[in-house]
């Protein structure tokens, strides 16, 4: 066996999936073993010591997480393991490039890693948004005039149609799902029409802060209803002084939490890409 080897992750091996946890975000680790998400693993002498978890989009590969061990980031493994992905893509064919998200506190060393190995550091459309909790109370809204549930009240199959309808439509940007952690779900709220989702406000927690994780739908009486819910459940159980992030990952969704937030557009997204 070769000192550094690779291993593919997913439902077919879940207990192999479970050795790599330490080195896998906890919200996908479960994707990985239930194969929603595909894992490359890697180990050093038969120890786990590295991991790079992806799906495929369209015509790209996402990159959602790679994590080596802090020991071993000048060995070759973390260059090894975007080695093996980009001979997967080559296999499965139709994809063109490799993409990931650059964490706004990337490090530098991060960073250096990403551009040694292909990568160019792009601009995507959108914009990341930080403001206060008190912002959001200032802002007029009419009380909701329909029905509004939060994600404890709603039946998890609509919760997980609604996700899968993000993805199709290309917009999931949670490393989770949305009945889960980091997803604070008795304070994100939903409006539905039809038995589906037809505007959400959801709310997940990271470190210290809030995330407006997605505010979904074409405005009106249910956005305004879902973001007016939500925003009275949250000042109940955050202080005022609580920092909200928002990622609009639309054009339309970036000009809605621009008006909200008085235009307070605070930095672009950032992707590394790769081309194949």
């Known amino acids: 066996m070769d000192v550094l080897d690779y291993i593919y992750l997913g439902k077919e091996n879940p207990q192999e999936a479970e050795a790599f946890s330490p080195l896998i975000p906890r919200q996908l680790l479960e994707e990985v073993k239930s194969g929603e998400l595909m894992a490359i693993g ?7 010591n590295g991991a790079l978890v992806f799906e495929p989009e369209g015509e790209k590969i996402v990159i959602r997480s790679i994590y080596v061990d802090a020991f071993d980031r000048r060995n070759g493994t973390g260059t090894g393991l975007i080695a093996k992905l980009s001979e997967l893509a080559k296999e499965m064919g139709d994809i063109y490039s490799l993409d990931m998200r650059i964490p706004a506190d990337c490090h530098d060393n991060s960073l250096s890693f990403l551009r040694s190995s292909g990568f160019d550091l792009t601009i995507s459309g959108g914009n990341e948004i930080f403001a206060k909790l008190s912002d959001l109370e200032r802002i007029d809204l009419p009380a909701p005039k329909m029905t509004v549930y939060t994600g404890e009240e709603l039946d998890e199959t609509i919760l997980k149609s609604f996700e ?12 989770g799902s949305l009945t889960e952690p980091p997803v604070i779900r008795e304070i994100s709220a939903y409006a539905l029409e039809k ?3 037809a505007a959400a406000c959801v709310i997940a927690k990271e470190e210290k802060q809030l995330s407006l994780a997605y505010l979904y739908g074409s405005g009106g009486t249910a956005l305004s209803s879902v973001l007016y819910m939500s925003r009275a ?12 992030f928002i990622d609009a990952v639309t054009e339309s969704g970036s000009r809605l939490a621009s008006r909200l937030l008085n235009g307070d557009m605070i930095t672009t997204k950032k992707h590394a890409v790769k081309s194949l």
Not at 42 to 48: E, G, K, T, V, Y
Not at 233 to 240: G, I, T, V
């Open 42 to 48: 890697s180990m050093l002498l038969n120890h786990p």
């Open 233 to 244: 459940l949250a000042l109940q159980s955050f202080d005022r002084d609580t920092i909200v």
């Open 164 to 175: 899968t309808r993000l993805r199709k439509e290309g917009l999931y940007m949670l490393d």
């Open 195 to 197: 038995g589906q989702v």
